[in-house]
C-alpha cells in the first residue's frame, strides 16, 4: 500500500480528520488529495474592475483548495446541535459536542486565541423573540473572522504539510475497492454484510495510488463526483432538502443589540399563513455581501472581518425557508439550482430590491437605491425578486421580515435590501453506519459530502471522529 489512509478533499472535515491522524500517530502514512490550490494561492479573479463577474475557473477558488468551501468564510464555528448537521444522529449528542469543543481548541492554539465565543446561555433576547413568536436556537459561537480564520488555516497548513502528503489540483476521478471487481459487484462480504477487500485504489489524472483506508470528504463542490462514486460503489443514497430564500442587509445599528451579545442569532419563524418555517441564517455584523458560485449559478452569501477597519456600517443575514419534496419528484437540489437561474437570466447575477418596493409590486432602479438611506455593500442588479421567488417562499420571508421588525425595529424600513436569491443546497445523504462507515470496510464519508454536515463545526467535527475510528482499529 502507498498509504495508511488517503483522505480526498482538504476542506475542514479532511483537515481535521488529518490533523487527527498524524498528531496521535506521526508514523502513519497519510495522503491528501485535492481538487483545488494550496491556500496561498486560491485567489478569485473578481475584482470589480478588470473582471466584473464569475469566468467559471476550471478550480474555483472560492469553494476549492485547502480550506474548502469555509477557506473565506466568516469563520463561524457554531457549537451547537440545533443547527449545523445532525453529526449527533450517528455519534450521539453529547460526543458531537465535545469534539466540537475539541475543534475550538486547536483552533485557539492555531491563531484564534483571542477570538470571542458568544454564547444564548441566559440570554434575556429569547423571552423576547418568544413573546414575538419567534425561537431563538441555542448555541455557542466561536467567531473567528475571515482574517483570523485564514491565519487558522495557514498555521494548519505549516504543521500537516510536514507530516502527510498534499497532492492539490489533483481531482480523484475514482475510489475502487482493492480485492472487489472493479464494479459494485462484491466478490464476498463479511458476516455483517460488508464487501471484503484490502484497501482501496485512488485514481487521479495523475496516477494510481492504493491505501488501507479512504476518506472521503469532497463538500458541497463534490457533490456531483459523490453522486458518481456512490452509483460506482454501490452506496445508496437519498435525497435532502434545499433552502431558500434572500440575503437581508440593513444598517448594522438596528441589529447591534442582539449581534453585540450573541454574534449570531439563529432565529426561526413559523408563518400564519403557510405554517412554514423561516429562519435567520449566517449573521454577519458590519459585513459585507458577496457573490458565491455554485456550478456556473451565482447566489449571494456574507462575510464579516474581525479587523474593524475592514467591518462597514451595515448587517447581513439570510432568511431561508427549506423545501423537502416528496413523491414523485425528489431533485431538491435541481429545483434551487432552477430558481438561481431565473434570476441570474433576469438580473445577469444576483437581484436587488429594497423591502419598500417590494411590498409596493414594484422593481427597484438605481435611483430608487441610491436614494436609500443603506448603501448595498455588493453591486447587484436592482430588479424584482417577485419575479424570481415562488409566492409562498416570499410571503413567508416578508412574514418573517414584519416579525423581525418587533424584536428589531426598522427591519421592515423601506430602506431594507434584500438580495437574491440565497441558496443552500444540500448534498444527497450518502448511507452510512454509526461510524460514518460506508458499506465497504474502511471507506468513511464525512462532512458537507455526506449529507450529515453542512458546517464548520460539524464537518471539523465529523474528521476528527472518523480518525479516532481508524486509529482505534489499526
Ligand atoms: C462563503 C461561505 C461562507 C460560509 N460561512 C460559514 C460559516 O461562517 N460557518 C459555518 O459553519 N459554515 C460556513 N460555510 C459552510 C462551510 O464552509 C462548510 O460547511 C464547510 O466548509 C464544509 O466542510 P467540508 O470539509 O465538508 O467540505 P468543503 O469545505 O466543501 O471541502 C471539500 C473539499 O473537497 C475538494 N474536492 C471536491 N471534490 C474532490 C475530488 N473529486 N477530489 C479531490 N478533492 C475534491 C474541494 O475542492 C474542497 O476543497 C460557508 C460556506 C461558504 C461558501
Not at 475584482?47 to 477557506?71: L, R, T
Not at 418596493?357 to 430588479?383: H, M, Y
Request: neutral net charge; glycine residues 10%.
Amino acid at each position: 500500500m502507498d498509504y495508511d489512509v488517503i483522505i480526498i478533499g482538504a476542506g475542514p472535515g479532511g483537515i481535521y480528520a488529518a490533523y487527527e491522524l498524524v498528531k496521535n500517530r506521526p508514523a502513519l502514512r497519510v495522503a491528501i488529495f485535492e481538487a483545488g490550490k494550496r491556500l496561498d494561492e486560491r485567489r478569485c479573479p473578481i475584482d470589480g474592475v478588470k473582471v466584473k463577474s464569475c469566468i467559471n475557473c476550471k478550480s474555483c477558488s472560492i469553494m476549492s483548495g485547502f480550506g474548502g468551501a469555509g477557506a473565506f468564510s466568516d469563520g463561524k464555528y457554531n457549537i451547537t446541535n440545533d443547527f449545523g448537521g445532525s453529526l449527533y444522529e450517528y455519534i450521539g449528542k453529547d460526543q458531537a459536542l465535545e469534539l466540537m469543543r475539541f475543534v475550538d481548541g486547536i483552533n485557539l492554539a492555531h491563531g484564534g486565541e483571542g477570538t470571542r465565543l458568544y454564547s444564548t446561555a441566559n440570554t434575556a433576547l429569547k423571552k423576547t423573540c418568544m413573546q414575538n413568536k419567534l425561537k431563538l436556537l441555542d448555541a455557542q459561537v466561536r467567531h473567528l473572522g475571515t482574517d483570523i480564520n485564514h491565519i487558522v488555516l495557514e498555521r494548519l497548513f505549516d504543521e500537516l504539510k510536514n507530516s502527510a502528503d498534499f497532492f492539490f489540483l489533483s481531482p480523484v476521478e475514482h475510489v475502487t475497492p482493492i480485492g472487489s471487481s472493479e464494479s459494485s459487484k462484491y466478490v464476498a462480504t463479511t458476516e455483517s454484510g460488508k464487501p471484503i477487500n484490502s484497501g482501496f485504489r485512488i485514481q487521479t489524472a495523475d496516477g494510481t495510488f492504493t491505501c488501507k483506508r479512504c476518506i472521503v470528504s469532497v463538500g458541497r463542490s463534490g457533490s456531483a463526483w459523490m453522486e458518481r462514486a456512490c452509483r460506482e460503489l454501490g452506496i445508496p443514497t437519498q435525497s435532502n432538502r434545499v433552502d431558500l430564500g434572500v440575503r437581508v442587509e440593513l444598517p448594522a445599528a438596528l441589529f447591534a443589540h442582539l449581534t453585540d451579545e450573541l454574534y449570531e442569532s439563529k432565529i426561526v419563524y413559523r408563518t400564519e399563513k403557510f405554517e412554514d418555517h423561516v429562519r435567520t441564517f449566517c449573521m454577519n455584523p458590519h459585513g459585507i455581501v458577496v457573490n458565491e458560485n455554485t456550478n456556473g449559478i451565482i447566489t449571494v452569501n456574507g462575510h464579516s472581518y474581525e479587523d474593524p477597519a475592514r467591518q462597514t456600517e451595515n448587517t447581513n443575514f439570510a432568511l431561508l425557508v427549506s423545501k423537502h419534496f416528496t413523491e414523485p419528484f425528489s431533485d431538491s437540489n435541481g429545483y434551487g439550482e432552477s430558481i438561481a437561474r431565473l434570476s441570474n437570466m433576469l438580473g445577469g447575477g444576483v437581484i436587488l430590491q429594497r423591502f419598500g418596493d417590494l411590498i409596493r409590486g414594484r422593481r427597484s432602479t438605481v435611483d430608487r437605491i441610491q436614494n436609500g438611506f443603506v448603501t448595498p455593500t455588493l453591486k447587484a442588479e436592482p430588479g424584482d425578486l417577485s419575479l424570481v421567488l415562488p409566492k409562498r417562499i416570499l410571503d413567508g420571508i416578508i412574514e418573517m421580515i414584519y416579525a423581525l421588525d418587533k424584536i428589531a425595529p426598522g427591519t421592515a424600513n423601506d430602506n431594507t435590501l434584500l438580495y437574491g436569491v440565497e441558496v443552500k443546497f444540500y448534498n444527497m445523504q450518502v448511507e452510512l453506519a454509526k461510524n460514518l462507515e460506508t458499506r465497504h470496510a474502511g471507506l468513511y464519508v464525512i462532512g458537507d459530502g455526506s449529507g450529515v454536515t453542512h458546517s464548520l463545526s460539524h464537518a471539523s467535527a465529523s474528521g476528527v471522529f472518523v480518525a479516532r475510528d481508524i486509529l482505534s482499529r489499526l
